[in-house]
């Protein structure tokens, strides 16, 4: 059973990126899907992205896909997500999860870590 870590959040200025970092612990990167969530103060949790290794696809929010990528490295068992032109409105708790191929049920969350976007 895999276990997501998070990690790569902290504070960056509006117009700056960051890198976030999940890794696969307990299993690998290929037997899974990936996708991020974020969850800002007061509000649900939402959907940023998705990875599918299986076909190589990817999916993205309207609020993130022209700005955020999500990729993985095998050979480091990670998934990314690298965030550019960082806005306030990304501030939030940055959340990995995996799922086994075509089981949308079983979900497998990370910890979650924080991202602050601000002057």
């Known amino acids: 059973q895999v276990q997501p870590a998070e990690s790569g959040g902290g504070w960056v200025q509006p117009g700056g990126s960051l890198r976030l970092s999940c890794a696969a612990r307990?299993?690998?990167?290929?037997?899974?899907?990936w996708s991020w969530f974020r969850q800002a103060p007061g509000k649900e949790r939402e959907l940023v992205a998705i990875?599918?290794?299986?076909?190589?696809?990817?999916y993205y929010s309207d609020l993130t896909k022209d700005r955020f990528t999500i990729s993985a490295d095998n050979a480091k068992n990670t998934v990314y997500l690298q965030m550019n032109n960082l806005e306030p409105d990304d501030t939030a708790v940055y959340y990995c999860?995996?799922?086994?191929?075509?089981?949308?049920?079983?979900?497998?969350w990370g910890q979650g870590t924080r991202v602050t976007v601000s002057s």
């Open positions: 307990g299993s690998t990167v290929s037997s899974y899907s």
């Open positions: 990875y599918a290794p299986f076909d190589d696809s990817t």
């Open positions: 999860k995996a799922n086994p191929p075509g089981d949308f049920k079983t979900d497998y």
